[in-house]
């Protein structure tokens, strides 16, 4: 498997409070996503990350910022929670390199409650 | 922009029978198409990938999905289901090219097994 750790695994919070998840590789792998999955939904990309300080938006990126300063670490940020982003949230990595071209590999989830 | 369909959302099926899991796509050119299962409560494993080449392709635990052109169509199939293969599957597409990096999700089939 992937050495593809995020953190907190659960986390409980209130509206208006922010709330940083951390997805943490150990493959070096250049490219890093933050997805959400919600029932009926499937995988939505939020945002994604090419190289160390390079990151771009997804397909549901409101309410949320991310931030790489290390290739190892992809930081995804909720300023301010709101009951809508109550999700199961997922990193995943690739490396865009030959044949491995964007196969991602995707990390255990977070679960997140926002009440 | 590239979209996937799934149009089951929940198929039952009896232990030994065979499966069949509908993906339809849509994209201009020759998409790279990916197979992705996730048991309750785990992230996502890659089962198969179709990239270039020959059009059936296997994949782990004795799963296979066969690319068609004609019909944009990347169904998986598998010839004796276990017990143990009820999990929900996704299939997902991404733009094949330079730069392309971002994989379209279907919203994903639940499939169950009868004993």
């Known amino acids: ?115 | 922009a590239q979209s996937v369909t799934q149009p089951d959302i929940h198929i039952t099926v009896s232990e030994g029978a065979s499966l069949e899991l509908r993906c339809n796509y849509s994209y201009g050119a020759t998409p790279y198409l990916f197979w992705y299962v996730q048991s309750p409560g785990q992230g996502l494993q890659l089962l198969l990938k179709y990239f270039s080449g020959d059009t059936l392709v296997q994949g782990i635990k004795g799963f296979e999905a066969e690319f068609k052109r004609s019909q944009s169509s990347f169904n998986l199939r598998k010839p004796s289901v276990h017990w143990s293969d009820a999990a929900e599957y996704f299939c997902a597409v991404a733009a094949s090219g330079a730069g392309s990096y971002q994989l379209t999700f279907g919203k994903g089939t639940k499939l169950s097994v009868i004993p």
């Open chain 1, 1 to 115: 498997d992937a050495g593809i750790t995020q953190s907190p695994r659960h986390k409980v919070t209130e509206t208006g409070t922010p709330v940083t998840l951390r997805c943490h590789q150990t493959e070096n792998h250049r490219y890093m996503y933050w997805y959400r999955q919600d029932p009926g939904h499937g995988l939505r990309l939020i945002h994604y990350s090419y190289g160390v300080k390079d990151t771009d938006k997804g397909e549901v990126s409101d309410g949320y910022s991310v931030s790489r300063s290390k290739t190892e670490d992809f930081l995804l940020t909720l300023e301010s929670a709101t009951s809508s982003q109550t999700s199961v949230y997922f990193c995943a990595i690739s490396d865009q390199r030959g044949i491995r071209y964007n196969e991602q590999f995707f990390g255990p989830g977070t679960r997140l409650t926002v009440l």
